[in-house]
């Protein structure tokens, strides 16, 4: 091996060393932002899921008032309620599960009380920032523009 060799090894081998850091940074960010979009996709994903489950919540909700017998309709007395509704000789479900908040993976739904202790709305208790902040019309329910997911009560629009 002669002189000169040696040298110029030793300098490639400098060049493969800063290639292969740069090939680990260029890696570590593109998986940071494939990281950052799927979380983001997550997140809407959640909100898609909240908006569906309180409308059918608002739904079941409207269904229990509304088929009230008499004048003086009612509202649940829990969530329960909408699951088995024994007002009736025949049981009736205006709801098939208790569905958890998609947003805090819980059960624990805030909920907006009429005048006479029924409940007339759910709502998330999770204080994040939806993506979605306008105002939206849902098929049983109207949401406000809300800075936060605990914001949007899913009341049931009853005549």
């Given at each position: 091996?002669?002189?000169?060799?040696?040298?110029?090894?030793?300098?490639?081998?400098?060049?493969?060393?800063?290639?292969?850091?740069?090939?680990?940074?260029?890696?570590a960010?593109?998986?940071?932002l494939?990281?950052?979009?799927?979380?983001?996709?997550?997140q809407?994903?959640?909100?898609?899921?909240?908006?569906?489950?309180g409308?059918?919540?608002?739904?079941?909700?409207?269904?229990?008032?509304?088929?009230?017998?008499?004048?003086?309709?009612r509202?649940?007395?829990?969530?329960?309620?909408?699951?088995e509704?024994?007002?009736?000789?025949g049981?009736?479900?205006?709801?098939?599960?208790?569905y958890?908040?998609?947003?805090?993976?819980?059960?624990?739904?805030?909920?907006?009380?009429?005048d006479?202790?029924?409940?007339?709305?759910v709502?998330?208790?999770?204080?994040?920032?939806?993506?979605?902040?306008?105002?939206?019309?849902?098929?049983?329910?109207?949401?406000?523009a809300?800075?936060?997911?605990?914001?949007w009560?899913?009341?049931?629009?009853?005549?």
């Amino acid at each position: 091996m002669r002189r000169g060799d040696h040298h110029r090894s030793t300098r490639q081998r400098g060049f493969t060393l800063v290639f292969a850091l740069f090939a680990i940074a260029a890696a570590a960010a593109g998986a940071m932002l494939l990281a950052t979009q799927w979380t983001r996709d997550m997140q809407r994903e959640k909100e898609a899921e909240l908006l569906r489950v309180g409308d059918l919540y608002a739904q079941a909700i409207a269904s229990y008032y509304q088929t009230s017998s008499g004048s003086v309709k009612r509202y649940p007395p829990d969530l329960q309620s909408l699951l088995e509704d024994r007002r009736y000789i025949g049981l009736r479900r205006h709801l098939r599960a208790l569905y958890a908040d998609p947003v805090t993976d819980s059960t624990d739904w805030g909920m907006v009380r009429a005048d006479d202790g029924g409940i007339m709305g759910v709502y998330s208790r999770s204080d994040a920032q939806p993506w979605r902040r306008i105002a939206a019309r849902l098929d049983h329910s109207d949401l406000p523009a809300a800075q936060h997911y605990s914001e949007w009560k899913f009341i049931a629009k009853v005549q």
